[in-house]
């Protein structure tokens, strides 16, 4: 007679087996936000900021539809404008960037008639490797195929081509990052420390984000817009002095902001009230829950400009 273990386990392989033909025994999948397997490859392993916009989800929510159809969009509509791609054509971008140079990647569909334009003074076409750029040695435009081009800074340009060749994805010092925020992001965003360039206009209000960030060790940041605008932002600091100092400046930017507001733009307060900072030793959180009937005016703020396009 067959013992009771070797029973179970003739009949329980069978099983296991059939369960992974059923439910599918595939590797779990990365955790943190969704990057387009399309536009994944091309970060290299030197990457210490990610920004992701997921742009075709992000158009079918009703607030966007209602609020933000319209608005000028920091970050997404300099790369339209760069590549000439339509709107409600491009489907997901992701900013890439090792602190000192960057780069924008987007994943859309590209016709024939968004071919950059190669009149800008001083632009030229020219090959790395089997890939083809148009622009000049500081600044260019990465062909990739009629579904994926990438605009910035040359070199990084060339660093995101090397990494096409081997990249699995984010580095393993960006994951842990990654896995803090949820998959559903629409929005998100990754600093992983050290030198940071932004991808923001100094004349534009969110370079004031740079001050924040010195305090800044490492720290995250996603946005969902299922109500309103509605997220977390989290910083962790070197050490608890950095961590008081960050959660100061913010409560100190939250109340000037409040003082800022004009007698006649009541309403502002409300953006203000959406904001509230805590600190748990090194961790600094910034929790955002804004209504939606004020995003126009947000958007407006963080864009530094307003009106439709």
């Known amino acids: 007679m067959r013992p009771v273990s070797g029973l179970l386990g003739a009949v329980g392989a069978p099983l296991v087996l059939a369960s992974c033909a059923l439910v599918g025994c595939t590797k779990a999948p990365p955790a943190g936000p969704r990057i387009d397997p399309a536009i994944s490859t091309f970060i290299p392993a030197d990457t210490t900021v990610l ?88 600044q260019a435009i990465l062909l990739v195929d009629q579904t994926v081009f990438a605009a910035g800074d040359t070199e990084q340009l060339k660093a995101m081509v090397d990494a096409q060749e081997k990249s699995a994805g984010p580095p393993a010092s960006m994951k842990p990052l990654l896995a803090r925020m949820p998959s559903t992001a629409l929005i998100w965003g990754a600093y992983g420390g050290g030198a940071l360039k932004l991808p923001f206009a100094d004349s534009s209000n969110l370079s004031n984000i740079k001050k924040i960030v010195s305090m800044i060790q490492t720290g995250t940041l996603y946005l969902n817009l299922d109500t309103g605008v509605n997220g977390l932002a989290e910083g962790t600091s070197a050490n608890d002095q950095n961590a008081e100092q960050l959660e100061s400046g913010l409560r100190a930017l939250i109340g000037l902001g409040r003082l800022a507001v004009p007698a006649n733009q009541p309403d502002l307060q409300r953006v203000w009230d959406g904001l509230r900072p805590t600190r748990e030793d090194r961790e600094v959180k910034l929790h955002i829950d804004e209504p939606a009937d004020l995003i126009e005016q947000i958007s407006k703020m963080i864009g530094g400009r307003g009106g439709s396009q």
Not at 51 to 60: A, N, S
Not at 96 to 105: E, H, K, L, M, P
Not at 117 to 134: H, M, P
Request: hydrophobic share 40%.
């Open 51 to 138: 920004v992701g916009v997921r742009l075709e989800k992000i158009e079918k929510t009703p607030v966007y539809q209602k609020y933000l159809a319209h608005q000028a969009v920091p970050l997404v509509d300099p790369f339209r404008a760069r590549t000439g791609i339509k709107p409600g054509d491009l489907w997901e971008i992701l900013y890439v960037s090792n602190g000192s140079r960057g780069a924008v990647i987007g994943h859309g569909l590209f016709s024939d008639e968004a071919e950059p334009d190669l009149e800008r003074a001083g632009a030229s076409r020219f090959k790395y490797k089997r890939f083809n750029l148009v622009g000049d040695s500081l």
